[in-house]
């Protein structure tokens, strides 16, 4: 006896159909399952038999044959529970076959029915193929929130056996719930002495610029880098399925959370961790999970070298390609840059009160791991400093510098942005008296309409020029 | 010009070497200045502050016409000489080792430097001797016979910058020091200085004031440009200074930079 239901799997930030088929063969009690399972996969076996018998409900005493198909796409994660179950019901006729429905969820041993991390992502397999989906109840309504989908929530395997029992249509569908919050970011306006910061900032999220700041420690510019992600346009409902797809497949839960990632990884971490690998299913890494939002790349002098020429690629091309046994995936790595770093090995160099206790040797050493092609990306420079004296400029909440760069963002994708005369003669006498490289001219230009549009302009003035020209710090 | 050995007799024999008990001869590279000479001296583990201040009277006695002594070594001599050559002024290095010894090398454009601009290199021992520590204190005291003030910008509670001071103000040489903050290591010779009768140093300006009632009036005239002073200022903290928002400040910023009135070093601005 023969049954098949759909479930999900999430290859590079997309999804795929999994065809569960689920034969019952002669008494017996093996338990089969084939398909290019993980550990967590295969051991499915025992946690569906164990659910099943704690539901009240007679555990075929037969052969299961259980496979995953397509066989060659490597699957991972607890979430096939539920549909080997139903499956395994269906085939031996406990219950009616499911039909075209996609069923993802994690059964515990006592039958409760559990969220995994591919919830979102049935979800949307649900949309785009037309049919209704099944997973926990404690994420349906997040995942309702999906375009189109139908989201049938379940609390335990007994649950979801009695709605296949009564037919799919006398059941509510669940409700799409408002995202959940993410930790907050922190307010701009709570960065106080640091204005010239703050407007490098606000540049760098209406234009998506990279950003460098450098300075002693204590001067904020963790700070600062948390609240350039809490000042970016809300993100779209599209993207935010198109992040929070990534996330999954990392094995994050984000919902469709409209707020923009910020991702901060140890200068510790791996190559593959930041760029993306896994064992068996490809995982994304850090610059993907920044998607669409800000990868904060804290003292990054004690990255290796190595390590930060892998953000290269992915800066580059917007996408980062990930080659497993079995399975290429490519996860999109939009993401603005911003790094941070300490003048020098101990930090105080440059320091108004504080001694620097590095030789000058140990300090061109630390500078020389950050130099070449990877400090060419960052438009703006910033060099922070502990500061005093009053402040002019007005210490604007986030929300407000939010209206502000969604505008900005706005006038330069119309690309309608143009150079005056005399913007062109400011850069084109700068670059004359040395100030500026044949390369700083491009990044003062484009910085220059970032500026421009933040003044909700389309058209670069010397004025705009100017500014742009002093938002630069040599380094 | 080659290295030369100079000796009491000869008519480049400064006036304030006499002052030394046993009239030391010396080899000379390059030209010592005929201008009054200022020795500006200090600590090699300074802070960024005391760069800051030690570079702004290097370049505020050049400009007042006078040549800037001091000892190559890193930190706070450094930075004077550094100062005092960005306006080509007249500078005089006195080493610890041997006169065509540049310690620390990296301090070699330095050495050139002062050099090409007419200044001179000063050395008691013969060339190819390395830079031991011992000889040091002995080569402070021909800066402090050579000058006709001192002034220590950052000292720890010993060092060499305290014993210039100290056999500078044995030979009749006003010492001038800058005040610091009294829990800081690198303030306490220059509060200790202070305590024992050193004039404290109020800024470039006021320092350029003091010593022309020493050694007379300036040659040339003080002037510091749109609020900028000699020292520079980091350029985060111009919208202060100008009291301007930080658009209009950096608008100011990049228009003076283009008419050359300042210039970027580092992350500070200066006078250009």
Same mark, same amino acid.
């Given at each position: ?30 338990? $089969? ?394 850069? $084109? ?47 | ?272």
């Amino acid at each position: 006896m023969y049954a098949a239901t759909t479930s999900v799997a999430l290859v590079g930030g997309d999804v795929r159909p999994v065809e569960v088929q689920v034969h019952v063969g002669r008494p017996n009690d093996q338990f $089969k399952l084939s398909g290019l399972p993980d550990t967590a996969v295969r051991e499915a076996k025992d946690r569906v038999r164990a659910a099943v018998m704690s539901s009240k409900i007679e555990f075929p005493n037969r052969t299961v044959t259980v496979n995953l198909a397509p066989a060659h796409l490597p699957k991972a994660g607890t979430d096939f529970d539920l549909p080997i179950a139903i499956g395994v019901l269906a085939a031996a006729r406990e219950i009616p076959h499911p039909g075209k429905m996609v069923v993802v969820g994690e059964l515990a041993l006592d039958g409760t029915v559990r969220s995994g991390a591919s919830s979102i992502g049935a979800a949307v397999l649900a949309a785009r193929s037309g049919q209704a989906c099944l997973m926990a109840a404690s994420v349906a309504s997040e995942a309702a929130a999906v375009p189109g989908a139908t989201v049938h929530g379940v609390n335990s395997l007994a649950e979801a056996v009695e709605i296949l029992r009564m037919g799919l249509a006398g059941h509510p569908p669940a409700v799409a719930g408002e995202p959940a919050r993410l930790p907050s970011v922190g307010d701009l306006s709570e960065v106080r002495g640091q204005p010239m910061a703050r407007r490098a900032v606000e540049v760098s999220a209406a234009g998506g610029h990279h950003l460098l700041m450098h300075g002693p420690p204590g001067g904020g510019k963790t700070m600062l880098a948390r609240r350039l992600a809490g000042i970016l346009p809300d993100l779209t409902q599209e993207e935010a399925v198109e992040v929070a797809l990534i996330h999954a497949a990392a094995g994050y839960r984000r919902g469709l959370s409209r707020e923009r990632p910020f991702r901060s990884p140890h200068h510790t971490a791996s190559r593959q961790a930041l760029v993306g690998g896994g064992t068996g299913v490809a995982v994304p890494g850090e610059v993907s999970l920044a998607h669409r939002g800000v990868l904060f790349i804290d003292e990054m002098a004690e990255f290796p070298r190595a390590n930060l020429d892998t953000l290269r690629q992915p800066l580059e091309d917007g996408h980062v390609t990930v080659a497993r046994r079995g399975i290429t995936a490519t996860f999109p790595s939009v993401f603005r840059l911003v790094a941070a770093t300490n003048p020098c090995p101990c930090g105080f160099l440059g320091d108004r009160r504080k001694p620097c206790n590095c030789r000058p040797a140990a300090v061109a050493r630390y500078r020389q791991r950050l130099s070449g092609p990877l400090l060419d990306r960052f438009d703006l420079v910033v060099k922070l400093d502990r500061l005093d004296g009053t402040e002019l400029d007005a210490v604007e909440s986030s929300e407000v510098v939010r209206s502000r760069v969604g505008e900005a963002a706005q006038i330069l994708a119309a690309r309608s942005m143009s150079v005056g005369d005399d913007g062109r003669l400011l850069l $084109k006498t700068a670059l004359e008296k040395g100030l500026l490289t044949a390369r700083g001219v491009d990044r003062v230009r484009r910085v220059g309409e970032t500026i421009a549009a933040l003044a909700g302009e389309t058209r670069v003035t010397e004025d705009h020029m100017a500014e742009a020209l002093g938002l630069r710090v040599d380094w | 010009m080659s290295a030369r050995v100079i000796a009491s007799g000869d008519d480049e024999y400064p006036a304030g070497f006499f002052d030394l008990e046993e009239r030391p001869s010396f080899w000379l590279e390059g030209l010592l200045p005929d201008s009054p000479s200022v020795a500006v001296v200090g600590t090699r583990r300074c802070t960024r502050y005391g760069i800051d201040l030690a570079e702004a009277f290097g370049a505020v006695i050049a400009r007042a016409g006078w040549t800037t002594v001091s000892g190559l070594a890193r930190g706070i001599d450094t930075a004077a000489h550094r100062g005092c050559l960005r306006l080509s002024g007249g500078a005089v290095a006195i080493l610890g080792s041997g006169i065509d010894v540049c310690y620390p090398a990296e301090n070699k454009p330095l050495y050139d430097q002062i050099l090409t601009t007419g200044g001179g290199i000063v050395s008691e021992y013969p060339p190819g001797t390395p830079p031991d520590r011992w000889r040091f204190p002995a080569r402070n005291r021909l800066i402090a016979a050579l000058a006709r003030a001192i002034v220590v910008v950052e000292a720890g509670p010993t060092g060499g910058a305290l014993i210039t001071a100290r056999l500078g103000a044995e030979m009749g040489r006003p010492v001038f020091a800058v005040p610091g903050d009294v829990d800081r290591e690198m303030s306490e010779g220059c509060n200790r200085l202070i305590r024992d009768g050193a004039h404290p140093v109020l800024g470039s300006a006021d320092l350029v004031e003091e010593l022309s009632l020493i050694i007379g009036p300036p040659a040339g005239a003080i002037n510091a440009d749109h609020g900028i002073p000699a020292e520079g200022v980091p350029v985060a903290d111009l919208p202060a200074i100008w009291a301007l928002t930080v658009t209009e400040a950096l608008i100011k910023l990049s228009r003076l930079e283009l008419e050359g009135k300042v210039r970027r070093s580092g992350d500070l601005v200066v006078p250009g």
